[in-house]
């Protein structure tokens, strides 16, 4: 027999109910929709991809040079001092020694025979201004052996106090004198690894720096710099004549003028540069970013 309308409801099936549905489904409903949300800001974007960060700051071209006389005739440049061979160093005459570590300045000085009249006077202590360094020891020819370093104070004139400075290596049991450099008496020196630098004061403003490195038997000059460290209005040409070489000036930065400017305010977040009557003024531009070597640090001797 065939029923119709409809059927009964089984009464083993319990019928549907709202609060019946498991707890978590409306919090899933939920995250699901922000996280849609999200996806929509961000325009689907993938990791990496390019964003638009504002307007570019604008390029300014370097400065090139412009001669002041093309035209004119540029002089020949001079002419290469002719290479003087120098001797061997001569070891020291009657003195022997096992190290150079521990022994006195005066000791290698005394047996010095290039020692002239005013350096012997000081080791004598016959003069008022004389004074001997202490002996400092720093390997300078990579023979794992120490070199010693030391300076002789005088006076070579009427209120014009000279200094000396001695290096003397160890080959064998002789001891050679590898370097002997007048200085200003109130020099310093040091050494960066296996180079010996020499600072000397040429001028109120100035101070002359010397390097000194092994040469196969000798200490020998590989650099002289110039440098400035004041107002260097007065000072013009070389500071000192045997030292035309490289120069350093490091003159202090005026400090810049404020000019009102009349546009409108800047935006947050940015400075405003003041405008700047006639042409712009070209901005020093170091050579290229600072070289980060590994550079033994400064050892100061006095």
């Keep these: 027999m065939v029923q119709t309308g409809s059927s009964p409801p ?4 319990a019928p549907f109910d709202v609060r019946t549905r498991p707890p978590g489904t409306g919090l899933s409903r939920c995250l699901l929709l922000v996280l849609l949300a999200v996806v929509a800001a961000t325009g689907c974007r993938a990791p990496g991809a390019l964003e638009d960060a504002g307007a570019a700051r604008p390029v300014r071209a370097h400065p090139s040079p412009q001669p002041l006389w093309p035209d004119a005739a540029a002089g020949p440049a001079p002419a290469r001092p002719a290479a003087v061979e120098q001797q061997k160093p001569a070891p020291l005459p009657g003195l022997a020694l096992d190290a150079l570590t521990g022994t006195d300045a005066r000791t290698p000085l005394a047996a010095d025979p290039a020692l002239g009249p005013p350096e012997r006077t000081a080791l004598a202590a016959g003069c008022a ?3 001997v360094r202490p002996a400092q020891y720093r390997d300078l020819d ?3 052996r120490p070199e010693l370093l030391t300076a002789v104070l005088f006076d070579a004139g009427p209120d014009s106090p000279r200094a000396v400075l001695h290096v003397y290596a160890l080959r064998g049991r002789e001891v050679l004198p590898v370097l002997a ?5 109130d020099f310093t020196a040091e050494t960066v690894g ?3 630098v020499v600072h000397e004061p040429t001028g109120p403003f100035a101070e002359t720096s ?8 000798r200490m020998v000059l590989v650099d002289r710099r110039i ?4 107002p260097g209005a007065d000072v013009s040409g070389c500071l000192l004549a045997d030292a035309c070489g490289p120069l350093v000036v490091l003159a202090p930065t005026p400090a810049p003028t404020p000019v009102p400017s009349a546009g409108p305010a800047p935006a947050a977040g ?3 540069v003041p405008p700047q009557d006639g042409p712009a003024r070209a901005t020093p531009v170091p050579d290229g970013p600072a070289r980060d070597t590994a550079r033994p640090a400064p050892t100061r001797t006095r």
Aim: proline share 9%.
């Design 227 to 230: 440098k400035v460290l004041g």
């Design 142 to 144: 990579g023979d794992g």
């Design 10 to 13: 089984d009464p083993r099936k």
């Design 210 to 217: 010397s390097t000194y490195r092994w040469n196969t038997d």
């Design 270 to 272: 940015r400075t405003a």
């Design 129 to 131: 201004h004389c004074a």
């Design 181 to 185: 450099v007048p200085a200003a008496p």
């Design 194 to 196: 296996a180079d010996l």
